[in-house]
């Protein structure tokens, strides 16, 4: 009988052996197929520019080719779920910004995805900030004149957002609870940077990308940043912060799988991802776009991504935001 045992358990070892060198295996052997990558935003957005700019890095350290795919429509939420539905086996990869899956929950009424539960993290790959900018037609040209303004006379400036779930939008609900500024805001469907530089609307909180275009029109001003420190293209700009203590926002770019991808390739995309956002090139054409790399792991990436949600909630919470169909 105790023949028969150790018998038993040798095959049951042997198996687990057997199993554990079959996975190994696979993982080595990954990618053996091009890998797409879905950009759930239109050509053009930061989201579509950096994606595409990582891709081409990427595509040399897997070893194999990486197909970008944009897949637009609903604030996002069709390209996360086109990710969501995928095969969990590592060839087909979310690149998005926060938005997507730090604010969506809180603004999105009745969210097909649930960003914790169907999505994996693999690694930011990078972040930028958002500059005020104001008409310069308006006689305002420090921060803190902006806020004293606009306690002032509540509701007369009036903000350009895209959207009433987008980033400045909340950005801007944010800087009311702290501040007590009120704003008039101004929803637009598209880019509305004519209306800015036409004084239809005398303020935006823009994506820095977009900012030096802007400023050599000559016919706005910057008035701060909203990151956590002053951006290397941006030294003499002062933050938020530093008139509004806690006051940050950010905008950052990751990559996520579907839940149930193994860990194995879990763990070799996000050194991959690491290993393209560290690429000095890298770092030089983010530079030029007003952006810096943001290589994490995927644990990082997670917690993150967990405590701004969390920060977004309250803003929601706060100023009564009703999620939007």
């Known amino acids: 009988m105790n023949s028969r045992r150790k018998g038993l358990r040798a095959l049951a070892l042997m198996s687990l052996l057997g199993l554990s060198g079959l996975a190994a295996g ?36 897997l070893g194999q080719a990486v197909v970008v795919e944009n897949v637009v429509g609903a604030s996002g939420v069709i390209g996360v779920q086109r990710v969501v539905r995928a095969k969990p086996d590592g060839y087909t990869l979310l690149f998005t910004f926060n938005q997507t899956i730090t604010m969506n929950p809180h603004v999105v009424a009745n969210l097909p995805y649930d960003p914790e539960k169907d999505l994996v993290p693999i690694s930011r790959f990078a972040e930028s900030t958002f500059v005020w900018l104001v008409n310069a037609q308006v006689p305002i040209t420090t921060f803190p004149e902006l806020l004293r303004h606009a306690k002032a006379n509540p509701s007369k400036l009036a903000m350009g957002v895209t959207g009433y779930g987008s980033a400045a939008y909340l950005g801007a609900q944010m800087l009311s609870l702290q501040t007590g500024a009120e704003l008039l805001h101004v929803n637009y469907a598209n880019n509305f940077s004519a209306n800015l530089l036409s004084n239809e609307v005398q303020l935006s909180m823009s994506p820095a990308s977009q900012v030096p275009g802007l400023l050599a029109t000559g016919k706005v001003r910057a008035l701060a940043q909203t990151g956590t420190r002053r951006a290397r293209g941006m030294p003499d700009l002062p933050t938020v912060s530093e008139f509004v203590p806690g006051h940050v926002i950010e905008a950052w770019y990751g990559v996520w799988v579907p839940q149930g991808t193994p860990k194995p390739i879990v763990l070799a995309l996000s050194r991959a991802w690491m290993k393209v956002a560290a690429m000095p090139e890298v770092a030089a054409r983010l530079d030029k776009l007003g952006a810096e790399p943001g290589g994490s792991s995927a644990e990082a990436l997670a917690d993150h991504a967990r405590r701004e949600a969390r920060t977004w909630a309250e803003v929601v919470k706060a100023r009564g935001i009703r999620p939007s169909q």
């Open 26 to 61: 696979q993982t080595e052997r990954y990618p053996s197929a091009p890998v797409r990558l879905i950009l759930p935003a239109a050509a053009g957005t930061g989201v579509d520019i950096l994606g595409r700019i990582a891709a081409q890095y990427l595509g040399d350290v």
